[in-house]
């Protein structure tokens, strides 16, 4: 078999190597169907029963109750940008946005063409170090509801207690940390996420939405962009990703397995752990872009001393096997991606290699 390199992708990104085997096996053909998952059809019992499956585990995961919906869709994290002001915003249309990154900013923009956005709270004369802490958060008591993102993909920052929000819906962009660690969903109106980090393949989007905030959409929004209507056919009203709901569908299984989302967190928190300690113990040769209390544990930014010396690290740690390290434009510096599926061996691997390079090259 190839050999498998260390992928710190911010995404589409690594999965398990399980799950890969698995699928590989069963694109040719799936056992008793004698079709590839990537044939058959989104009506089939086959595929109802791979829906159903991927449905609950995902829902025993996070511990999800029977007042939410689970909705699988399509369009990105991005799409979710707008979904969510059509579907949410009127008739009150004005909403709150906490602004901790490039997402963030996103998402506001398209809020904006829906109604008007108070941005509750920014750190972006920081350059997003940080996540504002609660007395910085400014709430109007009459938003539609509170936007956040629980981690900053880019700026490697991430909100570990939600923000409090009284009555108002608190909606959240998780595309970056949904299912890394357990979380209290019945805080949240809606949960929506991209599976390309943590979840799956590009191409499918994960919507968690409690059932009363579906009466806020209007029949007058267009089919596809009214969540009633993805509801009301359990995601089916068109042509599901029928691979991308399988991959997804094998990762539930593959963190069950692993002992759930508490057994996820503390392997997630050791693994971010080592490389922050050789950030911290390198005497300030390695930089971080984050804050220590708002450290991501899933997307790690730091700088060296250099740009010169950051470029070499990066063109030799590709040479020893370590893809997708360089960072993000709006922070430069390194970026390491370590997800769910990234394995500690590599951070161990990725934590000498920091060390051996600061040795030679200060
Ligand atoms: C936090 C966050 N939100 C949204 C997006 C956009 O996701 P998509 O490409 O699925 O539209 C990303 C992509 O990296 C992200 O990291």
Redesign the pocket.
């Known amino acids: 078999m190839e050999n498998r390199i260390f992928n710190f992708s911010?995404?589409p990104a690594v999965l398990p190597e399980e799950v890969l085997l698995e699928a590989k096996e069963n694109l040719y053909a799936l056992p008793g169907v004698g079709m590839s998952i990537l044939e058959i059809s989104h009506r089939s019992k086959t595929y109802d029963e791979i829906h159903a499956t991927a449905k609950k585990k995902f829902k025993s995961l996070l511990g999800i109750s029977e007042d939410y919906e689970v909705l699988f869709l399509q369009?990105?994290?991005?799409?979710?940008?707008s979904m969510v002001p059509l579907n949410l915003m009127p008739p009150i249309n004005k909403a709150d946005y906490i602004v901790t990154?490039?997402?963030?900013k996103?998402?506001v923009k398209e809020a904006k063409r829906v109604g008007a956005v108070n941005i509750a709270a920014s750190t972006e004369t920081e350059n997003f170090v940080r996540i504002p802490k609660q007395e910085e958060i400014k709430l109007d008591p009459e938003a539609a509801y509170v936007h956040f993102?629980?981690?900053?993909?880019?700026y490697g920052t991430e909100w570990f207690n939600e923000p409090e929000v009284g009555k108002v819906p608190l909606i959240c962009?998780?595309?970056?940390?949904i299912l890394s660690r357990k979380i209290d969903v019945n805080k949240y109106a809606l949960i929506y996420?991209?599976?390309?980090?943590n979840m799956g393949p590009?191409g499918v989007?994960v919507v968690v939405i409690r059932k009363d905030m579906l009466e806020r959409s209007q029949d007058s929004l267009h089919t596809m962009l009214n969540y009633k209507t993805h509801a009301e056919n359990d995601s089916l009203y068109n042509t599901i990703n029928v691979f991308g709901i399988y991959i997804f569908g094998l990762v539930c299984k593959w963190l069950e397995n692993l002992g759930g989302l508490d057994a996820m967190q503390k392997l997630n928190q050791e693994k971010a752990q080592l490389i922050y300690d050789c950030i911290d113990n390198s005497n300030g040769y390695f930089r971080g872009h984050a804050l220590p209390d708002s450290r991501s544990l899933m997307?790690l930014t730091f700088r060296l001393p250099s740009e010169d010396l950051e470029k070499k690290l990066i063109a030799e740690a590709t040479k020893a096997g370590f893809d997708g390290l360089k960072g993000h434009r709006s922070v430069g510096g390194l970026r390491a991606s370590i997800y769910n599926a990234f394995p500690k061996k590599g951070v161990e691997a990725l934590v000498d290699f920091m060390k051996d390079f600061q040795s030679k090259n200060s």
Do not use: C, P, R, V
Request: aromatic share 6%; charged share 10%; hydrophobic share 30%.
């Open positions: 911010a995404g369009g990105g994290a991005s799409l979710q940008f990154g490039t997402w963030s996103k998402a993102t629980s981690n900053n993909t880019i962009d998780a595309s970056s940390d996420a991209g599976a390309q980090k590009s989007t997307n």
